[in-house]
């Protein structure tokens, strides 16, 4: 069976955790051959600050992925790609202007997050922040979000978005959410013998509350089309 | 810096009439200030503005008792207003933290949650941030909090729900079948 690698977010890995469904990542792993893996900064975030500096809030979670880290579910890319990182900050955080001032949209680390993922060629990205994502998915909606909540034009560096776009190009953003839906699809709730639905919808409404950019009509829709 | 000292006395104003409304109006200005002109003393004057807004908000801070920290509190500010435009703006944080640590004094005496008055500032402009479209890291940065954290607070709020999207979950799962090879 073919390796299908997918890089992670610290915010999915931890809310994953967090809301005990670590167990769909060993599913993926063991069942589909899923790499699930990591640059260094991600573990630095969502495994050694916490347990190092003793984050109550948040040990639990660092444990549990450095379980999976050390059960070799999840793999650490060691690719350096800062320079390639600070090319994509550049674009995108020059490329809406309010008052003719550029947007600070993204931060080094999820830029880095990018271009880890083209340097290692990985064509899909677990990712919940939800910025980041629309920046994959779809500019435009973000111009047209912060036109509304600022109250005014924005405008946009053709320039910058056509060199972006060529960055992300082949890119495709997977949330926590569908990667529960793929779980339940392949059958990983199978164990709740006749409740797999209630306990999809259970765990998708779980993720949506820790931050998963998932709307309620999402749910609603796919549990809808899946009766 | 202009705009900066003319918030700053706007808040201290706001706050010695305990104009509840005022503060959060001000807030709202100078959260989207601070995202357009992207300066740390900005985002902590958001912080301070919802913060001061929450006191006045709270009718136990109003009562006598509290009388001489809110005046520290105002006296703290002015100083710290006063200070914009003379110093450089790692001196004017620094007069802004001095705020919050009369803010955290105030607390002292009652203190009723894990997370604190500033603490809870932070948290509240660093999702608003987030649900501006501004992205998590970067919140987090201008804040000081935890993207979990920050997370946590977005999965309790409706703001996915105000958002337009390109992709619908039909496409989305299309997508994600795509991942493991299949249609």
Redesign the interface.
Known sequence: M?T?D?LCD??SF??LT?TCMEQLIYFFAEK?N?RFVIPPSVEQ?AVSRPINRG?K??LF?ALRIKDLINDGVVSISDVKASEEAKQIMQYANNLFF??G?P????????AEMLSVAKKLGIE?ILI?????R?LI??P???K???EK??HTNVMLNKKNLQALSKELNGM?A??SS??I??AY??GFFKRFQGFEKEALKAALYKI???????????ID??LR?RK | MEILKQLTFSVLGAFKSRKQRNLRKLNDRIL?EA????TKPLFRLAVLSYILAKIVQKPRFLKPEYAEQLKNIENALKTAAESVGRVPDSEVLKNFKKVETTITSLEKKDRRYLIGLVGKGELKTAATM?????????A??MTGM???????????TMM??R????????E??K???????GA
């Open positions: 073919i299908k997918i610290a915010g931890i809310s967090s589909h899923v975030e984050m809030k948040y979670s309010v008052r001032k947007i600070q949209l993204v931060h080094m680390g999820e899909y919940d922040e939800r910025t980041t629309m998915e779809s435009f909606s973000i047209k979000h912060l909540e600022f495709h997977l949330r569908e990667l839906i793929l699809e392949k949506k509350y820790s931050g998963c950019s998932i709307r309620f009509n999402e829709e796919y089309w | 989207r995202t357009i002109n992207f987030y649900a501006q479209g501004i992205s998590l890291g970067v987090a940065e935890e993207k979990q954290e920050i997370m946590d607070y977005a999965g309790d996915f729900e958002l337009k999207e390109e992709l619908n979950i039909k989305r799962v997508t994600a079948r795509g991942f493991l090879g």
